[in-house]
Structure formats: C-alpha cells, structure tokens
C-alpha cells in the first residue's frame, strides 16, 4: 500500500468518525475525501474482499439488504453500503467505516452499485458475484434509455469473467447479450400457464425481442415486461430457471407471503416487486452455501431497510417511507397502496435534483387514478416540485378539498401529525426522502 492510500485512508476514517459521530452523517464524504486524495484507495480498501455486486433498476437496497442477512447466518462479519449510497464515493465511505475490530477472517461485501457505476468499480474491484436485478427506464436524464443503462452495466461485466451472474431471467434484456460468465437464473414459475398467450401494455418498455425484433409474448406476466416471454417469430424465449416462486400465499403493504422451490417464506414488506428482490436474496444465498434453514432465518429478521417501506413512529402515527423514482417502480408502490384494507393519509415529496431524475415527466406514467381515494384522506404534497405532483393528483381526479400542500419540510411534518388517521404512507423521491429522514432523526423521530 503506498503512503498516498495510506494517508487517504486515514484521512477518510477521521472524517467518517466525525461525521458519524457528531452529526449522525458520513454515507458519502469520506469516501469522497479520500478518493480524491487517491483515486486508487478502494482498490486496496477492497483487495482482499469476496465481492457480490448487486445492481439494476430497482430493488437493488432491499435486495443488498436481504443478501446481507442471509450471509450474515454464515460469516461473522458482512460489509455492505445499507444506505443505498451506491457510487465511487459512498461504496469507498462503506469501506472506511469499517473498523480494524470488524476485520473477519474472510472478509465479503455485498455491495448495491449504481448501474452507471458498475463499470468504474470494477476498475477498482473484481467482484466474484453479480446479482442482477431488472432495467427499467429510469432518470433518462443521467441513463438514457434501458439499452444504454444495460450497455453500462455489462461494460463492468466484462471486466470480471469468471465471476458468477445470478440474473433475474424474467427480464429479457439481461438474456439479450452472450456472455462468458456462469450464469444462474431466478424467475416466476410458468407451471399451469403455458397455454397462455399474453402481450404486455402497449407503453411498456423492452417487449422486442432480441433476437428479431419482433414484439415478444407471454405464458405469465407478473409486472411491467417480466414473466415468462416467448418470441412467436423466431422462438427466443426465457431461460431454464435455476430458483423460482412458485406460488404467491399474501400479499399486503406490509407483508408477503410467498414458496421458492417448494419452501414457504416471509418478509414483512409488501409487493410482488420485494417478493423478486427476496428470490434474488434467496438465490445469491443458495449459490453460496447458505441453507435454505438459515435464509428462513434471515428473512424472519424484522430490520428496516433505509426509506425502503421504512415504518416509523410519528406521534401515535404509524409513518411508512416508500422510496419512488421512476413509472414502473412507482405503479408497483401505488398497486401495493391497493391492498391496504384501511383508510389512510397519502404523503408525496417530489424533488427534481440530480438524484431524483431532473425531468419530472415520469409522474405522468403512474396509475394514480387506479388509487382507491375513497379511502386516502387527505393527499398532502410536497417538496421542491409539488406543484407537478398536485396536479397529477388533481388530473387523476383528486378533489380540490382532499388535496392538501406544504412549502417545505416543516410544514409537512406539521400536516402529517395533525391529520386523524393513524396510517400514514409517504411516498419519496431519493433526495426528498433523504431530507425527511434527516428532519426525523433531528426531531427524535428517527432513532439513531
């Protein structure tokens, strides 16, 4: 290690002391601090770590969150960046934070990496492990659309072709380059539906086939393009799986209920879209060892994720988290809405910054208007774009009276708290939700 990555070290283990300590931050800048030091300091942060890299579209924090449990049940120590800070900087900060007492024996990461930024960490890194989630379109701003965010992931790929691919093999896409590497495939099971012929919604991205481009079909659709795709006209269809759901027992905004291979499992968080990223978990565990015994052990572990479906106790309020940010995962968020039994207050913060997504267009995408409003009073808006969001709720047939908003955070909170109802969900772009996290933590809502 050369003393430049000596002192960058240093300085960036201080910094995140202070951080941390004092002021309850530090997911990013000491790694920034230190990077910019020595561009060269995750490489020998790194160096001696079995790396799983998890990344795509969506679901890749729970699914980061979920792997990390399950190899939590067989290794003493697992690092991980549970923030969801996933770039250079934040994946150097998860490094830094780590003490020379939590040093294990063998040392692995499990690491949710920014699709855009897979291929400058495996300058730095060979993982031994992908874990591909899905692609979907999302901030075109920063990606472009979903074959330049996939080109931008198998650049990194391509830098590590031993290591191992677990690939949700219901996202055709991922299917749609050969590659080198072993590959392990998860999915829904098609059993009892392949008579079905089924096409996806007409504004659905990634329904052409790969190989002829034609528009692909269906036995079974769970979501937006993922199922199990044939291709009529020149035969391409999904791979064989490897592990698979086979039959989905409950489904609420709180908990699921779900088999994977002929074992019954359950996680407290809701959707078939967390019910992925726990087959992705369950994958990645199996493939490196873990029983199936253990994993029902660590999906029984109740841990919140990081504004992922995070609950938290707002007065005599119950107050879920539930990141958004782009149409398909918010559709996701909004059917998981649906199958809330009770009445509820509906809480949206929509910010436009780089983290976000500048174009706020996607908004337009969601199925609002499939929400069941007889039950959400009231809809409270926010954040640095609320005027777009209210709108929305407005086009979707919102009343003028059910509709509330607040001018910053303050007053958002104060809404939320003097509402009658008891459930509250709050639905938040990254840096939104980021900034109301940090107004509950300082307010003791949030326990540090």
């Known amino acids: 290690m050369s003393l430049k990555s000596k002192l960058a070290i240093g300085l960036g283990k201080t910094s995140y002391q202070i951080l941390h300590n004092g002021f309850h931050r530090g997911s990013s800048l000491p790694g920034k601090l230190a990077y910019r030091l020595d561009p060269k300091v995750l490489q020998d942060l790194s160096q001696d770590y079995k790396i799983i890299l998890v990344t795509g579209t969506n679901g890749k924090t729970l699914t ?3 792997i990390t449990k399950i190899l939590q049940q ?50 730095a890194m060979t993982p031994s492990v992908f874990v591909l989630t899905n692609i979907f379109r999302d901030q075109m701003d920063r990606y472009g659309e979903i074959y330049t965010t996939f080109e931008k992931i198998v650049a990194g790929i391509k830098k590590a072709p031993q290591a191992k691919l677990i690939i949700n093999a219901d996202a055709s896409i991922f299917n749609s380059i050969d590659l080198p590497n072993p590959k392990i495939y998860y999915g829904f099971s098609d059993d009892g539906h392949q008579n079905q012929d089924l096409r996806a919604k007409f504004n659905v991205d990634g329904i052409l086939c790969p190989q002829c481009q034609h528009i692909m079909h269906y036995h079974l659709i769970t979501y ?41 499992f359950s996680i407290n968080i809701g959707g078939m879209y967390n019910i992925y990223n726990a087959l992705a978990a369950y994958a990645t565990g199996r493939t490196l060892g873990v029983s199936v015994a253990e994993i029902h052990q660590a999906f029984q572990a109740d ?19 539930i990141l958004v940010k782009n149409p398909v995962g918010l559709n996701q968020v909004l059917a998981t809405l649906e199958t809330d039994p009770d009445s509820y207050c509906l809480g949206f913060l929509l910010n436009a910054n780089y983290a976000d997504g500048i174009d706020t267009s996607w908004i337009w995408d969601g199925d609002f208007e499939d929400l069941p409003f007889e039950k959400i009073n009231p809809i409270i808006t926010g954040g640095e774009r609320w005027q777009d969001i209210n709108l929305r709720f407005k086009i979707a047939g919102v009343s003028t009276q059910q509709l509330q908003h607040a001018t910053d955070l303050d007053q958002f909170i104060s809404a939320l708290k003097q509402q009658p109802q008891t459930k509250i969900y709050v639905l938040a772009t990254y840096t939104a939700m980021l900034q109301l996290r940090q107004k509950l933590i300082n307010s003791g809502d949030i326990k540090q």
Do not use: W
Request: hydrophobic content about 35%; glycine content about 6%.
């Open 303 to 321: 841990e919140q994720v990081f504004g992922r479906q995070e609950v938290i106790s707002l007065g005599n309020k119950q107050l879920t988290i």
């Open 224 to 264: 937006a393009n993922l199922g199990s795709y044939f291709c009529p006209n020149c035969h391409y269809e999904r791979p064989q799986l490897d592990y698979q759901v086979t039959a989905v027992e409950q489904l609420l905004p709180n908990r699921s209920t779900f088999t994977i291979d002929g074992n019954t």
């Open 74 to 123: 067989k290794y003493h120590y697992v690092l991980t960046n549970p923030t969801g800070s996933n770039m250079i900087q934040g994946i150097t900060s998860a490094f830094l934070a780590q003490s020379s007492q939590q040093s294990p024996a063998k040392k692995i990461a499990v690491l949710e990496v920014d699709e855009a930024n897979v291929a400058p960490i495996c300058e």
């Open 64 to 66: 980061t969150a979920l």
